[in-house]
């Protein structure tokens, strides 16, 4: 599964943004995602996690700004709102997929850069 990452960009601080990730194959299944970012100097972090259906959690520095999106089988997203000078990170998903067979595997994406600047 080879999966395209896009959005991302300059904002300033208070606006929204959405990053995505969608697999190239149409016939994928993403069954999960979470979403990580990493800060310039700082360790990889955990921020949000869904499946398709009604689970979903955040961590405490983006609920209720953050909402983690299937937006189509093959395809995920991930809408920031009242964006903060510390939400700049590079963000990254990674993607479950569920085969037919039973096999699940996951996938990262490549990242993309979020700047909350004014």
């Known amino acids: 599964v080879q999966l395209q990452a896009s959005g991302g960009g300059l904002v300033q601080p208070g606006g929204s943004l959405s990053v995505s990730c969608a697999a190239r194959?149409?016939?994928?299944?993403?069954?999960?995602v979470q979403w990580y970012r990493q800060a310039p100097g700082k360790q990889r972090e955990l921020v949000a996690a869904?499946?398709?259906?009604?689970?979903a959690n955040y961590a405490d520095s983006v609920r209720g700004r953050f909402t983690s999106l299937h937006s189509a089988k093959n395809m995920v997203s991930l809408q920031m709102n009242s964006l903060r000078p510390d939400d700049t990170a590079v963000y990254y998903c990674?993607?479950?997929?569920?085969?037919?067979?039973?096999?699940?595997?996951?996938?990262w994406g490549q990242g993309t850069l979020v700047t909350v600047s004014s």
């Open positions: 990674n993607v479950e997929v569920t085969y037919g067979s039973g096999l699940v595997t996951d996938y």
């Open positions: 869904s499946n398709p259906g009604s689970f």
């Open positions: 194959e149409s016939d994928v299944s993403i069954s999960a």
